[in-house]
């Protein structure tokens, strides 16, 4: 299927083949018909795309800060490199589609396959959107008007929280898509309207819709608006207009009466006067795009609708009620509708968006699903690249299920530089997959993994999809007799620890057994393994102290959601309780956790104790500062201390002939770590990391997670 990707990195727009998605839980599987372009929005993206390194930095000063910070703890050329990998990610550009529904996934009540539905789904050909950012298009309504849903809804959002009165005065700064629909919604509410703006043919058309208007070029806005309320005020302005400028702002505090409202729809600089608002008492608010539910992963990723009678308007509710007024006349968008492209030429439509052409709504056109032929092509869930594979070779052939962020920046370069032929890269949408492959020279990408473990030309999987899929997916390769490395965590619970465990067993009973390994990659550091030289010469029990300044994250990301990341100890801790399990080289004898309640529960020592009388601390804290290395570990035994400091420099007090190590950048044994699998699987050796040793670091890992806040 065709997608529209953009590159952050250069800003070039393309129209990509890639594999079409599955449906998932609680989602939707849409074939599209129509999408609209986003001149706003997607403007500012392709402008950022086309800005060099320091144009970029200057838009976006809070990162500097970050990558500034991430300098002095990791160096220069790290942080550059991750810098480069973050804007090199291709972009899914567009969030307003229609189309008819396919398919819907498990747990989807009030959707049917047939419907005509819009959503917020990116410009491709097959979109799969939570069942929560969409509506059912009524008949009234043709397809080319859906296309306006979701842009309907941010300018009703911004309309509920300005919270117009029948009769009341209101200004409409800016005049674009969102504007011009502000503008019939609030003459649709009973309201008097003053719309601004520098276009005089959207001058024209906010005329039409009922406005006065008052071109910002050539009149006084200010001025206008005081003439427009009688001398009073306005009660209300919304600003709609995309401007660096903080001038807007300004301007709609001086048209407001006394306690008027000021709602900032659109984007502005923020560079605010108090004195402007203080006599006045004006009140000021920026509304989030379609309304109540937006970036709450419990009401669009998992569906938890919010109660009517405590939440009236919600962006599934806004998204219905704007296609409830295009059915009943009152919202007419097909004078808005500038030009129209198919979605092969849509590279066209991005260079009105991104050139001096006037333009306002740009629909894009899709073939449709006619006949089974088209359908089939359309479902692809595999795509080949066309990349140069090496045909043949004993090296193992490997897959990736999963290429996000760590999987493309880090794990992908390490397997590919340990000499494994790349055979299919696997994501859930499908885009990511495909840059993978194209970059790293994978065969296909694909969107199916379940049909990957079934290749015959795939003899290891890597997985590094979302921590709740792993166990899932480490049992299906097993049974597929595939070789499995899994980023941590190899699974959330103890059951899925159990079945893992004895489907491994099954498979050693017949002699078969595949290698099973995760990725805890830190006792693969040359550091760590200097480390462990030195202890074993010291044949002393050790008392290790391991201080990791892992950093604040917000409690609703999915890596705290219990039930999809696992919490911090399982998904991220389990890499220190393996490291110190590791130097030990005993078994771990008891447990036990000292957790800081607040704020998140996330700030914990972990207590570890060993089979030879060893003792070990894991302090996991998030509520450190970015500027201080991330992980430092400090052993002490015989009389003697090991000191490494975020995996760059190794020091010894009073070691005998060892007093210091140093890298020339941090390596936390990523690289050797992929290569200890590769080279397993290719000579059919002993398990890089043996498997009890996993399994202990796993279900020591899970019963420290329970209950830790």
């Not at 930095?57 to 790290?78: F, S, Y």
């Not at 200004?171 to 003053?194: F, K, P, R, S, Y």
């Amino acid at each position: 299927m065709k997608q529209i990707l953009q590159s952050l990195k250069n800003g070039e727009t393309e129209v990509a083949d890639v594999p079409a998605p599955k449906v998932r839980p609680g989602h939707l599987l849409i074939a599209t018909t129509r999408t609209l372009v986003s001149a706003g929005t997607e403007r500012m993206l392709v402008d950022f795309g086309h800005a060099g390194l320091i144009g970029k930095a200057r838009q976006q000063p809070d990162k500097v800060r970050m990558v500034l910070d991430k300098m002095k703890t990791d160096g220069v050329m790290p942080t550059l490199e991750a810098v480069r990998h973050k804007l090199d990610q291709p972009l899914p550009l567009g969030y307003c589609n229609v189309g008819r529904v396919l398919e819907a996934g498990h747990g989807v009540n009030g959707f049917a396959p047939g419907d005509r539905v819009a959503s917020n789904g990116p410009h491709a050909e097959v979109v799969c959107v939570p069942k929560n950012l969409c509506a059912r298009v009524p008949d009234e309504v043709s397809d080319d008007e859906a296309a306006f849903t979701v842009i309907g809804a941010i300018a009703l959002q911004g309309i509920r929280l300005a919270a117009p009165q029948l009769g009341e005065r209101v200004v409409v700064i800016g005049l674009g898509l969102i504007g011009l629909m502000t503008v019939q919604l609030l003459v649709a509410q009973g309201c008097e309207v003053l719309g601004v703006d520098f276009d005089p043919q959207k001058l024209k058309l906010a005329e039409r819709f009922g406005a006065q208007t008052v071109h910002a070029g050539e009149g006084d806005p200010v001025s206008a608006a005081q003439s427009f309320s009688r001398g009073q005020g306005v009660d209300a302005v919304l600003i709609t207009a995309s401007t660096k400028s903080s001038e807007p702002v300004h301007e709609a505090a001086l048209m407001c009466r006394k306690r008027g409202r000021i709602v900032l729809v659109g984007v502005t600089g923020l560079n605010l006067s108090r004195a402007d608002f203080y006599e006045k008492e004006l009140t000021f608010q920026v509304s989030c795009s379609y309304g109540p539910g937006r970036y709450d992963p419990e009401y669009e990723d998992k569906g938890h609708d919010y109660p009517i009678g405590y939440v009236r308007w919600t962006q599934q509710r806004n998204f219905e009620a704007v296609l409830a007024m295009m059915a009943a006349g009152k919202l007419d968008v097909k004078p808005l509708i500038s030009h129209r492209f198919g979605i092969g030429d849509a590279r066209s439509a991005y260079k009105i968006v991104g050139g001096s052409e006037p333009s306002l709504g740009i629909v894009l056109d899709y073939p449709g699903m006619d006949g089974g032929e088209r359908q089939e092509a359309l479902l692809r869930r595999s795509v080949p690249l066309d990349t140069k594979i090496a045909a043949a070779g004993r090296a193992p052939s490997v897959s990736f299920i999963g290429t996000g962020n760590y999987a493309t920046g880090v794990l992908i370069p390490a397997f590919a530089a340990a000499g494994a032929r790349l055979a299919t890269a696997v994501s859930g949408g499908g885009a990511s997959a495909v840059h993978a492959g194209r970059k790293f020279g994978f065969a296909r990408a694909a969107s199916d993994a379940a049909a990957v473990m079934q290749e015959d030309e795939t003899d290891a999987v890597v997985i590094t999809t979302r921590h709740d899929s792993h166990a899932r997916m480490v049992l299906a390769a097993l049974e597929a007799g595939k070789h499995v490395f899994v980023e941590k965590p190899l699974c959330l619970t103890l059951e899925e620890l159990e079945a893992i465990e004895a489907a491994h067993a099954r498979k050693a009973e017949t002699g078969a057994a595949p290698l099973l390994m995760v990725g805890f990659n830190r006792r693969f550091s040359p550091l760590i393994g200097r480390m462990k030289e030195l202890l074993e010469a010291a044949l002393a029990p050790r008392a290790f102290v391991m201080t990791v300044n892992a950093g604040a994250i917000p409690p609703e990301h999915w890596t705290q959601d219990r039930d999809v990341g696992g919490g911090r100890i399982v998904g991220e801790a389990c890499h220190f309780i393996d490291l110190l399990r590791h130097l030990a080289g005993a078994p771990i004898a008891g447990w036990s956790k000292t957790v800081m309640e607040a704020p998140a529960g996330d700030t914990v020592s972990l207590n570890l104790t060993f089979a030879d009388g060893s003792i070990g601390t894991v302090h996991y804290f998030a509520n450190g500062s970015k500027q201080f290395p991330k992980e430092r570990l400090e052993v002490f035994s015989g009389g003697a201390i090991l000191q490494m400091d975020n995996f760059r420099l190794l020091r010894g007090f009073g070691w005998p002939g060892f007093k210091r190590m140093k890298l020339a950048r941090q390596d936390k044994g990523q690289k050797a770590c992929a290569r200890a699998f590769v080279t397993a699987v290719e000579k059919g050796g002993e398990a890089p990391i043996p498997l009890e040793e996993i399994i202990e670091a796993s279900r020591v890992s899970i019963l420290l997670g329970e209950n830790a806040s």
